[in-house]
């Protein structure tokens, strides 16, 4: 049987898949505005979901990894799903 989390276990959780982004700019150590001007230029991995951004963990730290390179970092840069 599956495991039912409520949302803040979910918050709190590590693992989870993405961030939000004042949590990857808190990671990166930049500003919020700072990153968001980044994903507009196609430079930070995200995905839009909506209204939503999300930075995908894995992506963003390779990405970090990388020097900030979006070519390095192999990964697409920018992901726009519709509901």
């Known amino acids: 049987m599956a495991e039912r989390f409520t949302r803040m276990q979910l918050k709190k959780s590590s693992e989870r ?3 939000k982004v ?5 990671i990166a150590g930049c500003g919020d505005r700072a990153l968001r001007k980044g994903i507009r ?3 930070v991995p ?3 979901l909506g209204r939503n951004i999300l930075i995908p ?11 900030g390179n979006p070519h390095q970092a192999g990964e697409p840069q920018q992901v726009a799903l519709r509901a």
């Open 17 to 19: 898949a993405t961030y």
């Open 22 to 26: 004042h949590e990857a700019a808190a």
């Open 46 to 48: 995200s995905i839009q």
């Open 41 to 43: 230029d196609g430079i």
């Open 57 to 67: 963990r894995v992506a963003f730290h390779r990405w970090l990894d990388s020097g």
